[in-house]
């Protein structure tokens, strides 16, 4: 069967849903073969995708009757990574944040490139993280997150979602042919290819596109 994915939907969630713990069994299934060579990245698809949902395999064990016996299952567990940067590009290191998901705190603190990685549910959509350093203005900013959200950088939702993580003004994600919004997307584009010494001129071609996710991480 085949499941259409839907905006905030990623690989980890989409397998929960269908009984499996590992999503590379699903992600390395050869129907889903053309999908994984245009995504690349199973936990960021797009709305639409058709995604291939192999049957699960059933498999039987033999073993003595009164005694124990030890399976280990296999996952792959969802890990939420996070850089915290101030305005100038800089790192801002070794602050100390609560994560809050699914009605779990994690406390952490980020590392010397203000770093942050903390494994998460698989069904979560949603965190808010909560910043305690009081030597940058983001001291008590709460800051909002949709798990599952970002969409492919081919798409333009997926590089105006990158720009305005980056720090640029790119306007709503939301696509819309008003001169207006193509403007400011476009003026966001030409501020990225200044800063990382590209070719100005507005447009989010491969090139772009390829070291705007070097530069978002993803």
């Given at each position: 069967m085949y499941h259409t994915v839907e905006q905030g939907e990623h690989l980890s969630s989409i397998a929960r849903q269908y009984g499996f713990t590992d999503y590379q069994v699903i992600w390395n299934d050869a129907n889903n073969a053309e999908l994984k060579k245009k995504?690349?990245?199973?936990?960021?698809?797009?709305?639409?995708?058709?995604?291939?949902?192999?049957?699960?395999?059933?498999?039987?064990?033999?073993?003595?009757?009164?005694?124990?016996?030890?399976?280990?299952?296999?996952?792959?567990?969802l890990e939420l990574r996070l850089v915290l940067e101030n305005l100038y590009y800089k790192p801002i290191a070794n602050a100390r944040c609560d994560l809050h998901v699914e009605n779990q705190v994690f406390e952490l603190t980020?590392?010397?490139?203000?770093?942050?990685?903390?494994?998460?549910?698989?069904?979560?959509?949603?965190?808010?993280?909560?910043?305690?350093?009081?030597?940058?203005?983001?001291?008590?900013?709460?800051?909002?997150?949709?798990?599952?959200?970002?969409?492919?950088?081919?798409?333009?939702?997926?590089?105006?979602?990158?720009?305005?993580?980056?720090?640029?003004?790119?306007?709503?994600?939301?696509?819309?042919?008003?001169?207006?919004?193509?403007?400011?997307?476009?003026?966001?584009?030409?501020?990225?290819?200044?800063d990382e010494e590209l070719l100005v001129d507005g447009i989010c071609g491969p090139k772009t596109q390829a070291k705007l996710k070097k530069v978002h991480g993803c």
């Open positions: 995504r690349q990245n199973p936990n960021v698809l797009y709305p639409g995708d058709e995604l291939y949902i192999p049957d699960k395999d059933k498999k039987q064990e033999p073993g003595n009757t009164e005694q124990r016996h030890t399976f280990q299952l296999k996952q792959s567990p980020t590392d010397s490139r203000g770093r942050l990685q903390q494994e998460i549910p698989a069904t979560a959509e949603k965190a808010l993280l909560v910043i305690h350093d009081p030597d940058t203005p983001l001291n008590e900013t709460a800051i909002t997150l949709q798990i599952g959200h970002l969409d492919p950088v081919e798409e333009i939702s997926g590089q105006k979602a990158r720009l305005k993580n980056l720090g640029y003004f790119a306007g709503s994600l939301e696509d819309s042919d008003d001169e207006d919004s193509e403007m400011r997307f476009k003026a966001a584009v030409e501020e990225f290819q200044c």
